[in-house]
């Protein structure tokens, strides 16, 4: 049992360039979400999705896309890298609970960006 | 939304001190209250979390306690170890499925 597992691990882009962070999770988890971690700055929200073919708005969704097309796996793509992408990316996951009730959400390792 | 503030952002204990990381939210209507605790180079981790139904919740040197009615919730570390040397992040609900996050308490523990 992985967990949430995240690839790549760390990355370098030139400004303009694009790419894709994959994360996965083998809990059966309903709930997917990426963040973005700056120093002094929390968990920052960028994309979420509820389940498989649905993603929604976080709080910092600008220069972000995001694809949920196998309920395992979450997709965060930069379009168009900018030096203020640069930062460390997390992914996470929860089970979706009765009525409402919230459940922890599991982390996965991060990955490590730097725009050029 | 929700709008989480966390204090204090830095806190530097002798080993075997207690530390408290206090949070407030906005949401009356918030009911669940997590605490992650990430150390240097790795994932958030969960280490406590408690319901709105309850005031206090203990598991062996962790503690958190919720006040309703001020909105806020505090983390306890009783007889700290320099292994507790950690940023901690408070959560509190926003919306039906997302939380959100403090900006976060770097702790350390002085041997």
């Known amino acids: 049992n992985a967990g949430v597992t995240q690839t790549p691990k760390f990355r370098v882009l030139k400004t303009g360039q694009s790419m894709t962070l994959l994360c996965a999770q083998d809990?059966?988890?309903?709930?997917m979400y990426w963040y973005r971690q700056d120093p002094g700055m929390g968990l920052r929200l960028i994309h979420y999705?509820?389940?498989?073919?649905?993603?929604a708005k976080g709080e910092v969704p600008d220069g972000y896309n995001v694809s949920r097309l196998k309920k395992q796996n979450f997709l965060l793509g930069l379009e168009s890298a900018a030096p203020s992408q640069t930062s460390v990316y997390f992914c996470?996951?929860?089970?979706?609970?009765?009525?409402?009730?919230?459940?922890?959400?599991?982390f996965g390792p991060g990955t490590r960006l730097l725009v050029l | 939304g929700e709008n989480v503030e966390q204090h204090p952002s830095t806190l530097s204990v002798q080993e075997g001190d207690s530390a408290v990381i206090k949070c407030t939210y906005s949401?009356?209507?918030?009911?669940?209250f997590p605490w992650y605790k990430q150390e240097l180079g790795k994932r958030p981790q969960l280490i406590i979390d408690?319901?709105?139904?309850?005031g206090e919740k203990k598991d062996q040197r962790i503690a958190v306690t919720l006040n309703k009615t001020a909105k806020h919730f505090s983390l306890h570390i009783t007889e700290t170890q320099p292994e507790d040397s950690a940023v901690y992040f408070c959560?509190?609900?926003?919306?039906?499925?997302?939380?959100?996050f403090g900006k976060g308490t770097m702790l350390l523990v002085s041997p």
């Open positions: 949401d009356s209507a918030s009911n669940y």
């Open positions: 408690i319901r709105s139904n309850v």
């Open positions: 809990m059966n988890h309903e709930y």
């Open positions: 996470a996951s929860s089970p979706r609970l009765a009525g409402g009730n919230k459940e922890t959400q599991y």
């Open positions: 959560a509190a609900p926003r919306g039906y499925s997302t939380l959100t």
């Open positions: 999705s509820v389940g498989e073919g649905t993603t």
